[in-house]
């Protein structure tokens, strides 16, 4: 129903006294447009239906809040077990838990093995003048050919 507000501006106030035209009044001068009592008596339904319901709820409402309910004391942390220590209440559950992540994520020195004591074997010469001598093409032929490829 785009014809209902097409060529109606809706002016709005900052004033708190004005709000500005009311929308009962601003739909009054679209009644001749096809269709528009419906429309009205639709929404004017739907609304009433709605605030009924907001105030009394329905069937399901309290099925509903025995869920929610449910739900939010299963979530519940009523007390903890540290060690031996069970703890109960809000301010020795939230310490417990902060000091839990802290100890994860502190930062500790830690004594690791350095490599200053040990003896390693040592190239001899000719062993280290092996390390830069270019390849044969018999090499790069056997090397080639046994490689899997598919």
Known sequence: M????????LVLLANEEDWGPRLSRMLKCS??????????????NSLQSHSVWLEEGDAN???????????RL????SFIQVDIVTLEGVNPIRQAVVSHFESHF???TVERPGADNLAFKRLNQFERSSLTTPFTAAEVKVTVW????Y
């Open 31 to 44: 009644k001749d447009i096809p269709g528009y009592n419906l429309f009205v008596k639709d929404k004017w």
């Open 106 to 108: 502190k930062a500790t």
């Open 61 to 71: 409402i309290k099925y509903f809040h025995s869920i929610v309910a449910s739900c």
């Open 2 to 9: 785009r014809g209902l507000f097409a060529h109606y501006p």
């Open 146 to 149: 046994d490689c899997d490829s």
């Open 74 to 77: 299963g979530n519940a942390i």
